[in-house]
T-cell receptor
Framework: DSGVTQTPKHLITATGQRVTLRCSPR?????VYWYQQSLDQGLQFLIH???????AKGNILERFSAQQFPDLHSELNLSSLELGDSALYFC?????????????FGPGTRLTVL | SQQGEEDPQALSIQEGENATMNCSYK?????LQWYRQNSGRGLVHLIL?????REKHSGRLRVTLDTSKKSSSLLITASRAADTASYFC????????????FGTGTRLQVFP
């Protein structure tokens, strides 16, 4: 158990809908990262937040957005869902005070868009 | 794509044998990390090697890094059935240490 929690574990929804994925980092970790894992794209970095501020963006679609709240939990919002958004979505956390360090991954949310 | 490549894509061995996986990447890096993923579950961090290091050991794991060739290898010695998983290398690029760029992964199957 990494100490990172994600809810829900599974999510089934229809095209065009909007969903919110939630991540609680390990106690004391200030950084939260979001990743998407799909069969055709592999593991893709989406976005990184540090202590409430966006630090880096990867291959994140404009239909997707994220935020990190004062209690350091993070949410990833996916809107106007398409079939191709079906994937495993992971969040990870790290202490990250200076420089890169080890990221601890949550169990993931499996999103199925029908 | 920024994504690194791993080789082989899949590897099957018997328990007790060694498994070697290779990773190539494209940009200058700050460090390179290896992760394990069991069947669609979360990733587990195995080892981190910094750009100024050439080799690192952790238990049955040995990682090498050749920055001139932009490549790394992960060796698992005396493999066990429990090592069956997918293994990913991930790089932290020098130009942006707030990202982690994953390779395509190697699926390792260890037969008892």
């Amino acid at each position: 158990d990494s100490g990172v929690t994600q809810t829900p574990k599974h999510l089934i929804t229809a095209t065009g809908q909007r969903v919110t994925l939630r991540c609680s980092p390990r106690s004391g970790d200030l950084s939260v990262y979001w990743y998407q894992q799909s069969l055709d794209q592999g593991l893709q970095f989406l976005i990184h937040y540090y202590n409430g501020e966006e630090r880096a963006k990867g291959n994140i679609l404009e239909r997707f957005s994220a935020q990190q709240f004062p209690d350091l939990h993070s949410e990833l919002n996916l809107s106007s869902l398409e079939l191709g958004d079906s994937a495993l979505y992971f969040c990870a956390s790290s202490v990250k005070t200076e420089g890169p360090d080890t990221q601890y991954f949550g169990p993931g949310t499996r999103l199925t868009v029908l | 794509s920024q994504q690194g490549e791993e080789d082989p894509q899949a590897l099957s061995i018997q328990e007790g044998e060694n498994a070697t996986m290779n990773c190539s990447y494209k940009t200058s890096i700050n460090n390179l990390q290896w992760y394990r993923q069991n069947s669609g579950r979360g990733l587990v961090h195995l080892i981190l090697i910094r750009s100024n290091e050439r080799e690192k050991h952790s238990g049955r794991l040995r990682v090498t890094l050749d920055t001139s060739k932009k490549s790394s290898s992960l060796l698992i010695t005396a493999s066990r059935a429990a090592d069956t998983a997918s293994y990913f290398c991930a790089t932290v690029p020098s130009y942006n240490t707030d990202k982690l760029i994953f390779g395509t992964g190697t699926r390792l199957q260890v037969f008892p």
